[in-house]
């Protein structure tokens, strides 16, 4: 049985229920391809692997800084390349729109999210050189993160050094808070069976390091006297927990972006001449085909400007292997949109799908395992309920500590 707790839209209402913990149920029919809805994060940030390596995105909402010429260049090493369609890439001009901190030269994709950065954290975090110590101090924070999270990244300790500068910051701390505690808390599953990933034996020194260099930025720094039990040896793990358990990634592209137009621009001129656009189009989608297939041999799978936010509704979504909806990044920032993937009925619970593309088609067994050290849950999905009755074949070629034999 579930309780509402509220009702945010006519369209859907947040419930309790007594196994799932919090879940999003429609109250209505949603199409295939139906938006459901779409929300900023209370905080996000750029991986600090992804961001070293030159992967350019607006400090704020992570738009993409590159032209998609500048983009490709870069991913395939090549400064020859020069893209059909310019008129396809949004970015083009890209250079004279960013805009840099006065003080920090840190980039921008507007004056808006300069100034909502200002407003929110960038006040308290930015690197002016004014305070060399403290600029050392948030350079020492990320290198030690970067240390213990090699890539593939999930989340980052950005996250966490906004969430402090956005509390000394904000005239409405309690607020800022509550919000945070609603978010799911906890280093160990309910059976205490399952242990956060991130919080493993081998990563225990730096996590330690970590938690001692945040201290001593909290207490010269910040002075957030309700901060304090985070940085406490047990408050920093059920931190990292949260952040790990909760974390949505995003992705943005100005390549994605103009592949996008391209495919777009095909549709119009076909019906004025076919075979012409027909050629255009082969022309363009060689091109593209050619451009991945490089891409792929120089970065390989690392194409996006990637990070991580905490969503506040996204955050009620429970997981499903066989999900009804999909996370999207529509705006190419930030902003996230969840759209239905086939139709969803009245009273159906919207799930989503925690894991990532490839790991979606792995076995149960596998499945399980990842959502266990990474949201410390057993999945008993449709899906997996259903797949329990055939034999396990694959699961022990691919994992060779069990987790989930009883
Ligand atoms: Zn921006
Ligand atoms: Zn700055
Ligand atoms: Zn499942």
Redesign the pocket.
Known sequence: MSTVISTNETDFVIANDQVKGRQIIAKRIYQSGELIFHEQPLVSAQFEWNKLYKYSACECCLYPLESCEQNVRRLCQDSAIVILHPECDPNRNMDQRIVR??????MFCSTTCYQQA?NNY?FT????NENQEKDQLIRHIIDLWRSVHPPPETTSISLVLKIMAMLKQTDNRLILLQELQKFSQGVQSENQQFYHKLLRKEFETQVEQLRYALEQFNEKYIQLAEFKWFLTSNGFRQLLALLGRNQQGVGTSSLALWVKNCEALSEPQQAIAAAAAATATSEASQFIDALYTKIDDISGEFIDCEGSGLFKLQSCLNHSCDANAEIQYLHNNSTLSVVATRLISNNEEITINYLSECDRNRSRHSRQKLLQENYLFLCQCNRCTSESAEPDETSEEESENDMEED
């Open positions: 901190c006065p003080k920090c030269n840190e200002m960038h975090l930015c690197q002016s």
